[in-house]
């Protein structure tokens, strides 16, 4: 039975908020032709399969679909692997080598903004407008609607909606982070879901940076028949 990890990527500093994630670290051992329905059945916004934990080779799905990057998928795994296995220096997923790091209590992985999904950005007029929200503007069904909540200090407030990848809404999304930090050109501290926070800023060679804390949530055995 393969051991399914479940940790809480983005957490705020007092704990909160944070985007689930499943991690198979053995992910070898789960038959390529498997990993879609499991993630499907799992339900997190991301599952994650391992297959080289040594050179951090590693393949992502939501629901439904594979993505070849992703935020909190890569950050988590970064973690995870330092934590449980050993750290290593990048991950590989499909689109490419992601170089990561730990600070203090914040890990950081960096992408290129080419990699994350074509989310639509829309700018709302204040905090409050994007918290009134009950689902994505109209015509967006992959969508970052975000304000500033204080400009001058790079503090932001966003909600992100991806039907097209069957997540009504995403607690905490890392690669929308990624893009956002590469539209802005400048360091951004994303305030997300229901108490989330990701760091991103511009770094070289036209990647950016994401960052944030890291909660082990579970460990157990997947069974074929689970369903959440």
Same mark, same amino acid.
């Given at each position: 039975?393969?051991?399914?990890?479940?940790?809480s990527?983005?957490?705020?500093?007092?704990g &909160? +908020? +944070?985007?689930?994630?499943?991690?198979? *670290? #053995? +992910? !070898?051992?789960?038959p390529?032709g498997?990993r879609?329905?499991? !993630?499907?059945? *799992?339900g997190? &916004?991301?599952?994650?399969?391992? $297959?080289? !934990?040594?050179?951090g080779?590693?393949?992502?799905?939501?629901?439904g679909?594979?993505l070849?990057?992703?935020?909190?998928?890569?950050v988590?795994?970064?973690?995870?692997l330092?934590?449980?296995?050993s750290?290593?220096?990048? *991950?590989h997923?499909?689109?490419?080598?992601?170089?990561?790091?730990?600070?203090? $209590?914040?890990?950081?992985?960096?992408g290129?903004?080419?990699? &994350?999904?074509?989310?639509d950005f829309?700018?709302?007029g204040?905090?409050e407008?994007? #918290?009134? *929200?009950?689902?994505?503007?109209?015509?967006?069904d992959l969508v970052?609607?975000?304000a500033?909540i $204080?400009?001058?200090a +790079?503090?932001a407030?966003s909600?992100?909606?991806a039907?097209?990848?069957g997540?009504?809404?995403d607690?905490?999304?890392?690669?929308?982070a990624l893009?956002l930090g590469?539209?802005?050109g400048r360091?951004?501290?994303v305030?997300?879901?229901?108490?989330?926070?990701?760091?991103?800023?511009?770094?070289?060679d036209g990647?950016?940076?994401?960052?944030g804390r890291?909660?082990l949530?579970?460990?157990?055995?997947?069974?074929?028949?689970?369903v959440?």
């Amino acid at each position: 039975m393969p051991e399914l990890h479940v940790v809480s990527v983005f957490c705020g500093a007092d704990g &909160s +908020g +944070g985007n689930p994630l499943g991690v198979f *670290l #053995d +992910g !070898a051992e789960v038959p390529e032709g498997d990993r879609q329905r499991i !993630a499907a059945e *799992l339900g997190f &916004s991301e599952t994650v399969f391992v $297959d080289d !934990a040594e050179r951090g080779e590693m393949r992502l799905f939501t629901p439904g679909v594979e993505l070849p990057f992703a935020g909190h998928p890569v950050v988590g795994t970064a973690w995870l692997l330092a934590r449980e296995r050993s750290p290593v220096p990048a *991950l590989h997923p499909p689109a490419g080598a992601v170089p990561v790091r730990t600070e203090r $209590d914040v890990t950081f992985a960096a992408g290129r903004p080419e990699w &994350s999904p074509p989310f639509d950005f829309v700018k709302a007029g204040s905090p409050e407008e994007v #918290d009134a *929200l009950d689902g994505p503007p109209e015509g967006h069904d992959l969508v970052d609607v975000w304000a500033w909540i $204080d400009e001058p200090a +790079g503090i932001a407030r966003s909600r992100v909606f991806a039907p097209r990848y069957g997540v009504a809404e995403d607690e905490a999304t890392g690669s929308a982070a990624l893009s956002l930090g590469a539209i802005l050109g400048r360091p951004v501290d994303v305030r997300q879901g229901t108490g989330s926070r990701i760091l991103a800023r511009p770094v070289a060679d036209g990647m950016v940076e994401i960052g944030g804390r890291v909660e082990l949530s579970e460990v157990r055995g997947y069974s074929r028949r689970e369903v959440n």
